[in-house]
């Protein structure tokens, strides 16, 4: 089935640029997004991009997708503590409304 | 963007009891919405797929029976969680679908969860 990676932790200094990793498995994946989820709440949609795209940037955020490896990376520009959080990738294939969730990574954003 | 109100935030209850979690779409409407349970420092379990007017659409393992959904109109979804045991306690977030145009434009909103505890 598919499947979803991305690595449990990161830390940074403020500041620094954060890139958070994503791989996949489904090769019929057409939307993949990037989630924040702040401690005891929902979670927040950050950014997104179609398949057919390479990159996308909005304010800080870069969003980098290497359909051929199906990696997808998060970059957050001069990273705050405001930014520590639980950041979670998904995909969604075309012709379905089923989103797949990675395993989420805890960025910790040292002062 | 869209926003989702879930209620409500945290729950206790006692063994045995029923506690019903309701999920909003506020600004839209949404004819699917999801369910998840997380547990600490771990991701979302997709448990069912809530569907306006229709059945629910269980994922494997989960008990319908356990896990009451309805879903009676396009902003509202709810989930029941009858007769509780402490193994139920966990971290419920639920999810509308947004639909702008054709689903090529679809997005994903989610309430802010609720922490049931079952004593």
């Known amino acids: 089935g598919e499947d979803v990676e991305q690595s449990l932790f990161l830390s940074v200094r403020e500041g620094d640029s954060s890139v958070i990793n994503c791989t996949y498995t489904d090769s019929s994946s057409t939307y993949l997004y990037w989630y924040k989820q702040e401690p005891g709440a929902g979670l927040q949609l950050l950014t997104y991009i179609f398949s057919n795209m390479d990159m996308k940037q909005d304010q800080r955020l870069t969003v980098l997708l290497n359909k051929k490896d199906k990696h997808l990376s998060l970059r957050i520009a001069d990273t705050q503590t405001g930014d520590s959080a639980i950041y979670f990738c998904?995909?969604?294939?075309?012709?379905?409304?089923?989103?797949?969730f990675g395993t989420g990574t805890r960025l910790k954003v040292l002062a | 963007g869209a926003v989702v109100s879930q209620h409500p935030s945290w729950v206790i209850c006692k063994s045995g009891t029923s506690v019903k979690i309701e999920c909003r779409s506020l600004?839209?409407?949404?004819?699917?919405m999801f369910w998840y349970r997380q547990f600490p420092k771990q991701s979302l379990m997709l448990m069912a797929t809530?569907?306006?007017?229709?059945?629910?659409?269980?994922e494997q393992g989960v008990e319908k029976d356990k896990f009451l959904i309805n879903h009676a109109s396009l902003t509202l979804s709810t989930l029941t969680v009858t007769s509780a045991h402490p193994e139920d306690s966990s971290f419920y977030i639920c999810?509308?679908?947004?639909?702008?145009?054709?689903?090529?434009?679809?997005?994903?909103?989610f309430g802010s969860g609720t922490q049931l505890s079952v004593l």
């Open positions: 600004d839209f409407q949404a004819t699917t």
């Open positions: 999810s509308a679908r947004e639909v702008l145009g054709d689903a090529t434009n679809e997005k994903l909103f």
């Open positions: 809530s569907n306006e007017g229709s059945k629910a659409t269980y």
């Open positions: 998904a995909e969604r294939g075309s012709g379905t409304y089923k989103y797949i």
